[in-house]
T-cell receptor, first 114, second 115 residues
């Protein structure tokens, strides 16, 4: 199993540009999450999904959008990129919320907005 | 909601046992305690989870007192490769919900193992 796959691994955006961070999992997990991690800081939840067609805001959703059309995919859309969105973005999935084997994380996307 | 508090950082020499404590005074009856490990430039990795008393796996032990208001992650005989950030999460079984504790990682404890 590949687990959680994120693409791209690195990206540089100019202010005002938009992009989509891709996330795919092959574990048939219902729950998926997007976190961002600023340098030296903990993870902050952006959005999460409890199943296809269902998404909800996390702690820092402003400037982002998500969709969940399939169980496997949970893309994160950045519209009008700003320097404050420079961060490492992690996608995660889980089978039983936070219990059981917990979250499985992808390897991250390092985004720089200049 | 059960907020967690951990030390910001800890140092330890190679070969020593390391204990990292997490306080969660408002833990709810249905909440579990989960610990994650994060290496630089990687996503967090599940280490161990427990509800009460003691849980042990091949990586670590988790000690939870009877009142469950705190928990201690114990790493036996640490090596340089154990240098990482360790996060404590508290949350219940079931689907995530906005504002739920089990969705928030906090800043964790940065463990540095010294040769």
């Amino acid at each position: 199993n590949a687990g959680v796959t994120q693409t791209p691994k690195f990206r540089i955006l100019k202010i005002g540009q938009s992009m989509t961070l891709q996330c795919t999992q092959d574990m048939n997990h219902n729950y998926m999450y997007w976190y961002r991690q600023d340098p030296g800081m903990g993870l902050k939840l952006i959005y999460y999904s409890v199943g296809a067609g269902i998404t909800d805001k996390g702690e820092v959703p402003n400037g982002y959008n998500v969709s969940r059309s399939t169980t496997e995919d949970f893309p994160l859309r950045l519209e009008l990129a700003a320097p404050s969105q420079t961060s490492v973005y992690f996608c995660a999935s889980s089978y039983l919320g936070s219990t059981g084997d917990g979250y499985t994380f992808g390897s991250g996307t390092r985004l720089t907005v200049v | 909601l059960a907020k967690t508090t951990q030390p910001i950082s800890m140092d330890s020499y190679e070969g020593q046992e390391v204990n990292i404590t997490c306080s969660h005074n408002n833990i709810a009856t249905n909440d579990y305690i989960t610990w994650y490990q994060q290496f630089p430039s990687q996503g967090p990795r599940f280490i161990i989870q427990g509800y009460k008393t003691k849980v042990t796996n091949e990586v670590a032990s988790l000690f939870i007192p009877a009142d469950r208001k705190s928990s201690t992650l114990s790493l036996p005989r640490v090596s340089l490769s154990d240098t990482a950030v360790y996060y404590c999460l508290v949350g219940d079984i079931g689907p995530p919900q906005t504002g739920a504790n089990n969705l928030f990682f906090g800043t964790g404890t940065r463990l540095t193992v010294i040769p």
